[in-house]
């Protein structure tokens, strides 16, 4: 069982490198954002059309952004955790 464990949190750990290698670049009507499949955002630049527009807009906007960004973040997890687990559904996981 040892052994078991040890493979398991071997595996876990090369998931962890794995999803942290997987960055995704999200573009949402004016917001750029970089965020790696462990939800980790790694930059956000707004565009200058988008600082034209009012606080409120562009409050409303980041947030959508943020919202996509990490939605496409958390299915990139699934899809490596499914492999993790050879298609087996673990709750937290």
Do not use: C
Not at 6 to 12: D, E, G, T, W
Not at 49 to 68: P, R, T, V
């Amino acid at each position: 069982m040892a052994k078991e464990a040890m493979a398991m949190k071997s595996k876990i750990g090369e998931m962890n490198k794995a999803l942290r290698a997987n960055i995704l670049d999200i573009d949402y009507k004016g917001v750029k954002i970089k965020v790696n499949a462990k939800n980790e955002f790694i930059s956000i630049v707004l565009s200058e059309d988008l600082l034209k527009e009012g606080k409120e807009k562009i409050e409303k906007i980041l947030l959508n952004a943020l919202n996509e960004a990490s939605n496409k973040s958390q299915a990139a997890m699934a899809q490596e955790a499914k492999k993790l687990t050879g298609g087996m559904d673990i709750p937290g996981m």
